[in-house]
C-alpha cells in the first residue's frame, strides 16, 4: 500500500539505523508534505524539496549522510504522494547536504519490478554527486551466483560503494554573458575530450588538468581560436560510471558513454573543489572568446545494463516505467543501443526527465547545444522509429530546447535503425557517408566520383526535404569513434590489443591505408604522401558544402598508436600529447587553420541552400563538375569506374568563383583551366604539395592555361576579373 496524502505537517524523524551503518547521532529532521513540483531537491532559499517519481513504489525513503558522506545519519520516508510523484519538505536542510533514496515495493522481475530497498539509489534528477562507485556483489539486486540467477533477492546494503547525491545552490554571477549565438552556416565543429584534452599539457598546473577548468584556460581556448573553430562538442559530460567488467581488466570507460545522472557533471572534471560553478566558468570563458558548447548526451540507455546488470537508480526507482521492456516477458529488456538497455520515451515521465535535463544545461549551465547519441532509440515508438514522435515533436515545440543546436548521430542497433537524413526541421545529422565517400576517394578507390560530387554539395539526396539546409549535413572524416586523421593515413588495420578483447572490437571497415608501411616510418618518401593525404582530407573537409567537424588533435597529428575504438584507454593513448608536438606538426596546424580561414573567408563555401548547378546572374552554373581538359564532365565521364581525378567551379553572384582541382590517382594530372565571365586571371590560394600556405603560394594563371596537379594532391584557384 502507498502512504497516505497529506502528512501531518512538521513531522520529526530520528535516525534510522540500518544494520550496517549504524550511527550514534542524535539529529532530528523535520519534515513536512512539500510539493510534488520540481523533481528532484530544490534549495528554495529556506528548506530544500525533495520529489521523486516512481508510479509502482509502495514507499519511498530519503537517506541523509553525514558531511563527509561516511555514515547514513537519517532515514526519513517521502510523507507525500501526488501524481505518482513522492514528495517531502525539509526546512532545515541547506545546499551541501548529502542524500540518495531507498525505494519499496516488489521485487518481481517476471513482471518488470525490481525495487530492492537495501539499494541506496542516485536521484535521476540530482544536479551533483559526491564520491564513485565502488564495485561489489552488493550493488546487483540479485544475488550473484546464485543459481535462480536475477530472479534471486540480494539483501546487502550497498551504500558504502555508491556515490551521494548533493544539493546545490544554483547561484552564479555570469556577468555581462553574450552567447556567440554562431549562425549555423558559419560553424565549425571541434569535438573533444575535457580530460584527453589537457592531460598532458605542460602549461596547466598536474592537479587541474583533465577537468573544465584546465579545459577553459587561457592555452586551450588560444589554441582554439588561433585554429579558428566556433564550437566545441563535449564528449560525455554527464556523471557516468567505469563499468566493472572494465575495473576488473584495469581499464576505465573514458569516453563515458555510460550515464549515470542526466543533471549532474561528472565529477572527476569538476576538479577537487567539486563545484557546479566550475563548469559554468568553462562556459563563460568559451563564450567570451565566441566558442559555442555543444554537449553530446547519452539519453538512449543508462549504466545499470541488462536483467544481469546493477541497480543504482532508475532500476530500484521504477523499473517498468523507466525502461522499455519485452513486451510479453517484461523480465528482459529491449536493447536497440547494445549497451542492454534502452530508456522508454514513450513514458511522460521519462519524457519530461529527458526535456528537463536538456533545458537544464541549457538555462542554468549556459551550453548552446546537443549531439543526440545514438538518436534513433530516442525516436522509438512502440510501433518503430517515428521522426514525428513524441521525443521529436516535444523538442520541436519547446521555446528553450527547440533555439538550441540540435545534431543527431542518426542510428542505432535495433531494426531499421540507420536513418541518416530521416530527421526532420532544425536538425543537423553525423554523416558517415561523407566521411566513407572522402576517405574513398583519396586512397584511390574505385566507382566513388558520383557519390563524392553529392557529398560535396551537402547531402541533398539526404537532407534537401521540408526546408532543411546544407548545414543539416556534419561533415567529418574522423570522429572519436574509429581512427584519427593521422592514423587514417597510417594502419591498414585496427590495432586494438590494449583493450583486451583479442583485437575483436573496433570496426574493420576503415577505408584507410598505410601506403607501404604499418604504423610509424623513418621513410621520407611514405611520410610525405601521408602528410600530403592528410592535407587533402581536411581540405576536402573545408571546402565542402555543409558542417565541418574536426576531431580532437588532428589539427597537429594526434595518434592512438592504430587502435580504432579507444573508449577504454584513459592513457596516452587517447589524450592529446601536447610536449609531442613537432614541427611537422605545427605546419599541419598552420595549413588546417588556413583552410579555416579559407572558409571563413568565402561566403560561398558555407552556403544555405542545396547547388544543383542553376545559372547565376553571370550566366554561369552555380557549381559546374570539370574533366582534366577543362570540359564538363558527361554520363560517360561520371560512368568510368576508373575515374580518379575532378574538378569543380563554384560561382555566386557577387563573390569571385572558385575552382578546386583533385586528383586521388598514382600519376600526376595536367588540367586546363576553366574560363569563366569576366576572368582574366586564376589564383592559387592552396596546393597540398606545399606543407606550409604562404604568400609565395599565390601565383596567378590565366584562363585556358595548363596546372599540372601533382599525384594525391587537391588545389583551389580563384578567379580574378579584368578590371581588378
Known sequence: MKQSDPASVGT???????????????????????????????????GVNFALF???????????FDPAGRREVARIPLPSYTHEVWHGYLPDATPGLLYGYRVHGPYDPARGHRFNPNKLLVDPYAKALSGTIRWSDAHFGYRVGSNRGDLSFDRRDNAFGMPRCRVVDPAFTWGQHVRPARLWAD???????????????????ADRRGTFEALSSPYVIDHLVRLGVTAIELMPVHAFVDERRLVDLGLRNYWGYNTLCFFAPHQAYLGSFGRISIFKTMVKRLHEAGIEVILDVVYNH??????????????????????RLVPDDPRYYVDVTGCGNSLNLSHPRVLQMVTDSLRYWVTEMGVDGF????????????????????????????????????????????????????YGPGWAEWNDRFRDTVRAFWRGDENVLPELATRLLGSSDLFEHQGRKAWASINFIASHDGFTLHDLVSYSEKHNWANKEENRDGHDHNLSANYGVEGPTDDDGIRAVRARQKRNLVATLLLSQGTPMILMGDEVGRTQDGNNNAYCQDNEISWLNWPAIGEEDAQFFRFVAHMVALRRSRPILRQ??????????????????????????????????????????????????????MNASTTDVEFVLASPPGASTWTVLVDTMEADPSPALAQTLTPGSAYALPARTLAVLEARPRDA
Open 371 to 422: 549531439r543526440f547519441d545514438l538518436a534513433t532509440t530516442l525516436g522509438r515508438e512502440h510501433y518503430g522509429f517515428d521522426p514525428g514522435g513524441s521525443f521529436f515533436d516535444v523538442i520541436r515545440q519547446d521555446p528553450v530546447i527547440g533555439r538550441t543546436k540540435l545534431i543527431a548521430e542518426p542510428w542505432d542497433t535495433g531494426p531499421e535503425g540507420y536513418r541518416l537524413g530521416g
Open 187 to 205: 560553424t565549425v565543429i571541434y569535438e573533444a575530450h575535457v580530460r584527453g584534452m589537457t592531460m598532458l599539457h605542460p602549461e596547466i598546473p
Open 54 to 64: 516512481s508510479a509502482n513504489a509502495e514507499k519511498v525513503e530519503l537517506c541523509l
Open 12 to 46: 520529526t524523524y530520528g535516525l534510522a539505523s540500518p544494520p550496517s551503518h549504524r550511527t550514534t547521532s542524535s539529529s532530528t529532521y523535520r519534515v513536512e508534505p512539500g510539493h510534488s513540483y520540481p523533481l528532484g531537491a530544490t534549495w528554495d532559499g529556506s
Open 608 to 661: 544555405l541552400e542545396f547547388l544543383h548547378g542553376e545559372p547565376t546572374e553571370s550566366g554561369i552554373a552555380n557549381v559546374t563538375w570539370l574533366r582534366a581538359d577543362g570540359e564538363q564532365m558527361s554520363e560517360e565521364d561520371w560512368a568510368d569506374p576508373v575515374a580518379k581525378s575532378i574538378g569543380w567551379m563554384l560561382a555566386r553572384d557577387g563573390e569571385a568563383p572558385l575552382l578546386v582541382l
Open 302 to 323: 543508462t549504466a545499470e545494463g541488462n536483467e544481469m546488470g546493477p541497480t543504482l537508480s532508475f532500476r530500484g526507482i521504477d523499473n517498468a516505467s523507466y525502461y
